[in-house]
C-alpha cells in the first residue's frame, strides 16, 4: 500500500498540532518512547520532527510533508510547495516574530550600526542573509538558548522569536528591526505533489487544517422563530453571516441556523429568546470548509 510519509513537529507545536488534526478527523497518539506516533489513516505514516529541521528533510523527500514554521523554512532556505498556511501555536494564535534586540541603552538604532557588532541567535542564516541584503559586515554567533541575557557582555544584539515582546522588555532589551513575521506552514515536497495519490492526500488535510483554523472561536446556532418574527430574530444575527432559514411542518414557523463568533452567543442568545426565537440550540465546530 503507498503511504504518504507525515511529519509532526516535536517540541512546543507537537501538542496544539495533535489537537488540531483531532479536530480535523484524524486521531494521532504520540508514544513517549516513540518517534513514529499512530494515526487511524493506514494511507499515512506519521514520524516526529523538530520543527527547525522539517523543511530540510521535505525538501529532500525524506518525508513527504510536514508542519513547521514559516521562519525555519527561511533559516534553512528550503524549496517546498507550501500547502496551507495555519496560524496556531503553543499558547495563542498570533504571529511570531523575530526581531533584532538590544540593550536600552544601546548605542545601535538601526541595522546600519551593526557593522563590526556581534550578534548572538538560533537563526544564524536567516540573520546572516538580512545582513547581506543589508550591506552590514558583523560576527553572527549561533546560541544555544538563553540569548535574552548575553547582551551587552557576550553580544552587542540578538536575533530572537517574541510574540508580545514582554520578554525582551523585561532583560531590558529594545527592538531594533523585525526580520521575520512567522506562522505555522503545512508543507510538501515538490516531488510528492507531482504524485497523484500523494498530492491528494495532502491536498485534503490541507482543506480539513484550514476548515479547522476557519472553525476557530465560532459555534453554530440552531433555533425556530414564527415567521411574523424572523425580521427581527434575523437583526439579531451578525451581519456578516447569512443564515440559512428553512420550513418547517408548521407553516407559521420556520428554522433558522448560522454561525457566529463564541464570545457573541453569551449575548445574542437571551437576546433571540427575547425576540421570540424558541429551541434555540449551540453546538461547536471541529471545521468550516467554504
Avoid at 478527523?25 to 516526529?48: A, M, N, V
Avoid at 521562519?71 to 511570531?96: C, M, Q
Avoid at 557593522?115 to 544555544?144: H, P
Amino acid at each position: 500500500m503507498e503511504k504518504l510519509m507525515l511529519g509532526i513537529p516535536k517540541g512546543s507545536l507537537e501538542q496544539s498540532t495533535v489537537d488540531l488534526f483531532a479536530k480535523a478527523g484524524y486521531k494521532i497518539q504520540i508514544s513517549s518512547r516513540s518517534y513514529y506516533p499512530s494515526i487511524d489513516d493506514p494511507e499515512i505514516e506519521c514520524l516526529l520532527i523538530r520543527a527547525q529541521e522539517m523543511s530540510r528533510y521535505v525538501e529532500e523527500g525524506i518525508i513527504d510533508c510536514g508542519l513547521t514554521g514559516y521562519d525555519w523554512i527561511r533559516e534553512n532556505n528550503s524549496d517546498v510547495h507550501e500547502a496551507a498556511e495555519l496560524v496556531y501555536g503553543k499558547v495563542g494564535t498570533n504571529p511570531l516574530r523575530w526581531v533584532l534586540a538590544v540593550p536600552n541603552d544601546s548605542p545601535i538604532q538601526s541595522v546600519k550600526d551593526l557593522e563590526g557588532k556581534r550578534i548572538s541567535t538560533e537563526a544564524v542564516g536567516m540573520t546572516q542573509r538580512y545582513l547581506a541584503e543589508n550591506g552590514v559586515n558583523a560576527k553572527v554567533e549561533f546560541s544555544w538558548g538563553a540569548t535574552e541575557v548575553k547582551p551587552p557582555r557576550l553580544a552587542d544584539a540578538i536575533v530572537e522569536i517574541t510574540e508580545t515582546g514582554s520578554s525582551l522588555r523585561a532583560n531590558n532589551l529594545r527592538i531594533v528591526d523585525t526580520l521575520c513575521i512567522s506562522t505555522t506552514r503545512f508543507i510538501a515536497n515538490h516531488n510528492a505533489m507531482k504524485s497523484d495519490f500523494k498530492r491528494r492526500k495532502i491536498e485534503n488535510l490541507a482543506m480539513l487544517l484550514q476548515g479547522v483554523m476557519l472553525a476557530k472561536g465560532k459555534c453554530g446556532l440552531m433555533l425556530n422563530a414564527k415567521k411574523a418574527e424572523l425580521d427581527a430574530v434575523l437583526k439579531l444575527l451578525p451581519a456578516l453571516e447569512k443564515p440559512t432559514v428553512s420550513p418547517l411542518s408548521d407553516a407559521e414557523w420556520v428554522a433558522v441556523n448560522t454561525i457566529v463568533p463564541e464570545h457573541v452567543a453569551r449575548e445574542l442568545i437571551p437576546d433571540l429568546k427575547r425576540a421570540g426565537a424558541r429551541g434555540i440550540v449551540e453546538f461547536p465546530l471541529n471545521k468550516i470548509i467554504e
